[in-house]
């Protein structure tokens, strides 16, 4: 009989995804071996396995073995299903510290944990070489799942990576990664795609003085300088694809990916009940409410910042020149997909159905929304507006976006477009006014009354209304609620393509070429 021992006991959830490892596996309750299959080699020590192989050898692993396991030469792993490695609650299971290892059919489990702030975690498996291949994995129970650290060329298919405490998959910068035909379920944020920021370990946070104590004054200039530092370090994730992954039931976000990704390509991934089977984390989300409190000077930036929370798919902070093809980002929380601070990304033949909103878009740039099925959806089918993440104005209007040969149908409003906003001298200084300035900025805007006319100026001269295309020239887009002579809509020639331009609510947009129902089907293929 099989039995767990304290260290594992002590890992807590990890122990117990352990134990549903076993069930599932009961071969593993006879010990475990290591067979090499190149020299014909055997012993129960994986860590001496590793180090007497020579590069290019199998290794053949089965049964529980357990520790912290670093593979820093080229060999395969092979676990046929029939082998745990289990960090037994302490840093990573297993670390891939040299260019070529393959690694099969393997369960691993009961990394140790990290604090909310950190940025990189312990993982079942952290890989930190180039052209590693894992296939047929199964990942539960750790901080991180699968973390890819600053290499290139590595794909990890074929495996289930679920109930992890923080991400399922992490990509911190590296570029032409796959993550393929996989299943990512349970974890807080299911695939996350970013930047590696050098070697820290944390984000440095500034806050701004409440007073003039010089000490604090200091403070915060030295802390301001770290945080330029940082930024300066970070390193971008691009040419990155997920494909053919099926992500149920994450927490926070399905999908994300942030700072500066380029050319990720999302396809045929089915994203769903995000933020619905596993609460988005709550602890979390206080923290970073708690951190912009004390930022804003005791102003609590209320709701705004969880906008995001139990989104299918998630783009923010400067991403470019992405794709997002025929994935089903349904039933989730929040948006089926929020593109923020997003530019020349292709969304094209996907479904948002049964999500808080369909796709909102803010301050996003030249991206295209073709061929889209949105629908159902609580609030908006499609939005494109003024507001941040955050909540507070954008600086401009998206812009230079076309929409166009989507069904829109059943959303609560199935369109809606505000970026042509124009602001006013008197509404930027109304927004100025009731702007969460820490104390002392606040003082000196009132005292002084030059420098608030200055700031005003400086507002209105960056802002730019944005100007969006609700057809292509030729098609529109499908509106359930204009689609009929009732409403508006006049098709007199019947080739389904309406001659009466529909007003997109919001703002001046409009779509000059709506469509009928029948139009829209043969247009998705339907």
């Known amino acids: 009989m099989f039995t767990i021992s304290r260290r594992a006991l002590l890992a807590g959830g990890a122990s117990m995804a352990l134990v549903r490892v076993i069930e599932a596996h009961p071969v593993l309750a006879g010990g475990g071996e290591i067979v090499n299959q190149t020299t014909g080699a055997q012993t129960t020590d994986l860590a001496r396995a590793i180090a007497d192989a020579a590069p290019g050898d199998v290794l053949s692993v089965r049964g529980v073995h357990e520790g912290n396991f670093t593979v820093d030469k080229p060999l395969t792993l092979r676990g046929g299903g029939s082998a745990v490695l289990d960090a037994g609650g302490a840093g990573t299971a297993l670390t891939i510290a040299a260019d070529g290892v393959t690694v099969e059919g393997l369960a691993l489990t009961g990394s140790g944990r990290a604090g909310l702030a950190a940025l990189r975690r312990p993982a079942g498996v952290l890989v ?64 996350a795609i970013g930047p590696c920021y050098g070697d820290y370990t944390e984000m440095p946070r500034p806050i701004p003085p409440r007073d003039n104590d010089p000490a604090a004054i200091q403070r915060y200039i030295e802390e301001t300088q770290a945080m330029a530092a940082f930024e300066e370090s970070a390193s971008a994730a691009s040419d990155i694809t997920a494909a053919y992954c099926e992500l149920p039931g994450n927490g926070s976000v399905g999908i994300s990916v942030s700072s500066q990704s380029r050319r990720i390509a999302l396809i045929g991934n089915v994203v769903i009940r995000t933020g619905r089977d596993r609460p988005p984390n709550a602890e979390a989300l206080a923290e970073v409410r708690g951190y912009l409190t004390e930022a804003l000077g005791g102003t609590d930036p209320g709701d705004s910042i969880g906008n995001l929370q139990g989104a299918g798919i998630a783009f923010t902070c400067g991403t470019e020149d992405n794709r997002v093809i025929e994935n089903s980002s349904d039933d989730n929380l929040g948006p089926g997909l929020h593109m923020s601070s997003t530019n020349r990304t292709e969304v094209a033949a996907n479904s948002f159905a049964r999500n808080r909103t369909g796709a909102w878009l803010t301050d996003a740039d030249d991206n295209v929304v073709r061929g889209n099925t949105i629908a159902d959806n609580e609030k908006y089918g499609l939005i494109i507006d003024n507001l941040m993440m955050s909540g507070a104005p954008a600086p401009s209007g998206s812009t230079r976006n076309l929409i166009t040969s989507n069904n829109l149908s059943g959303n609560a409003v199935n369109a809606y477009d505000s970026s042509d906003w124009v602001a006013t001298r008197a509404e930027v200084q109304a927004r100025m006014a009731n702007a969460p300035w820490p104390p002392q900025v606040r003082e000196q805007m009132l005292a002084n009354p030059r420098l608030m006319e200055q700031t005003i100026a400086g507002q209105l001269e960056r802002h730019s209304p944005g100007t969006n295309r609700w057809d292509d020239g030729a098609l529109g887009n499908h509106y359930d609620d204009f689609d009929e002579d009732p409403e508006g809509f006049r098709d007199a020639d019947g080739d389904g393509v309406g001659e009466v331009a529909h007003p997109i609510p919001g703002g001046g947009h409009v779509d000059r070429f709506p469509l009928t129902e029948a139009r829209i089907l043969r247009e998705l293929g339907g």
């Open 128 to 191: 930190e070489a180039d052209q590693v291949s894992l296939t047929g994995l199964t990942v539960t129970g750790n901080d991180t799942g699968v973390a890819f650290v600053e290499c290139r060329n590595c794909v990890i298919s074929g495996s289930r990576i679920a109930d992890n405490q923080s991400e399922g998959v992490k990509v911190m910068g590296g570029q032409e990664h796959r993550i393929a035909s996989s299943t990512i379920s349970g974890n807080d944020v299911g695939v």
